[in-house]
């Protein structure tokens, strides 16, 4: 079964560090999402992407934060300049299509990468 | 703006016995969807259902069912005959219409004992 796959599942770095987490979303589906969730928190939606362009974003995804699709298959999220508070678990997700009434509009989430700034 | 709420923040059942999670929405768009991940504990989300606000049918799944309520505004998940398979995570969430991003309820942690 077709599944999206995030890299590294964990990733430590410094305050004020840049981190790149890379998601590789479902081979036919065209809309790519991030999601994080802070420990003991809820899954909070940061940024959606289409056509190599950000189509929504959350108040959270401020210019600290940059999104991509370098290649056919790829799909990343840049901090760049990490602060303690972005420590968190940070989700991939992907659709197939993009209107929500079209029953194929299921967002399907990688496995995460838990993100620790020390 | 969406909000969803689950009160239940964690629940503890021995195997065999029926669960149910609650979930609670709040939107003031007449168009909307529901939907309910699980989240095991390797962590990734898995999608389960994902119900219509025009489409108020229960849906039965093996073990697993749902009851939509618009008129309270719920839309709650029952786990018949638990196994300890099923213990994870469970979050419910809402999208509107026009928008992409799915608004999630706060989780609930369900444990079955054996």
């Known amino acids: 079964e077709p599944e999206v796959t995030q890299t590294p599942s964990h990733q430590v770095t410094q305050m004020g560090q840049e981190v790149i987490l890379r998601c590789v979303p479902i081979?036919?589906?065209?809309?790519f999402y991030w999601y994080r969730q802070i420990l003991g928190q809820k899954v909070e939606f940061l940024v959606s992407f289409y056509n190599n362009e950000i189509s929504e974003k959350s108040e959270i995804f401020d210019d600290q934060f940059s999104v991509e699709r370098p290649d056919g298959s790829n799909f990343t999220l840049k901090i760049r300049s990490t602060k303690l508070e972005d420590s968190a678990m940070y989700f991939c997700a992907s659709s197939e299509v993009r209107v929500a009434s079209d029953l194929r509009n299921i967002q399907y989430f990688g496995a995460g990468t838990r993100l620790s700034v020390l | 703006a969406q909000k969803v709420t689950q009160a239940q923040t964690e629940i503890s059942v021995v195997e065999k016995e029926d669960v149910t999670l609650d979930c609670v929405y709040e939107t003031r768009d007449t168009t909307y969807y529901l939907f309910w991940y699980k989240q095991p504990p390797s962590g990734e989300l898995v999608f389960l259902i994902r119900?219509?606000?025009?489409?108020?049918q229960n849906e039965i799944s093996g073990r697993y069912s749902w009851n939509f309520q618009k008129s309270t505004s719920s839309f709650n998940f029952t786990i018949t005959a638990s196994q300890v398979v099923d213990s994870a995570v469970y979050f419910c969430?809402?999208?509107?219409?026009?928008?992409?991003?799915?608004?999630f309820g706060q989780g609930t942690r369900l444990t079955i004992n054996p």
């Open positions: 081979s036919n589906h065209l809309y």
């Open positions: 119900r219509n606000s025009f489409d108020e």
């Open positions: 969430a809402l999208a509107i219409q026009g928008a992409q991003k799915l608004v």
